[in-house]
């Protein structure tokens, strides 16, 4: 019962963090509220797609910025996934 409830809660966690790592990625690369728009602006992004963004060297540059966005997707599905394992036992 506490490992479903600790699945759950980590789950959340990963959601709202790969949000706020979005956002700040949408912000940042198209200069939205003012801000500048600049090359680090998926920087929080990288973590969370950890290890799916190494593999993406080999792509086109211009798919690179929105691939890399998309890569946390990977670790959200293997997250859920195991929560939904633990949950069934």
């Keep these: 019962m506490a490992v479903r409830g600790a699945c759950r ?3 959340v966690v990963f ?3 790969y949000a706020i790592a979005l ?3 949408v912000i940042g690369t198209f200069g939205l509220f ?3 728009s600049g ?3 998926g920087f929080f992004l990288v973590p969370l797609g950890l ?3 190494m593999m993406l060297d080999v792509l086109p540059d211009d798919t690179l910025p929105w691939l890399a ?3 946390p997707l990977v670790n959200l599905c293997i997250v859920y996934a195991a929560c939904r394992l633990i949950g069934k036992r």
Excluded: N, Q, R, V
């Design 9 to 11: 809660i980590l789950l």
């Design 34 to 36: 003012g801000s500048e």
């Design 15 to 17: 959601i709202g963090l």
């Design 69 to 71: 966005a998309a890569s």
């Design 23 to 25: 956002a700040l990625f």
């Design 51 to 53: 290890p799916w963004i």
């Design 39 to 41: 090359p680090l602006a």
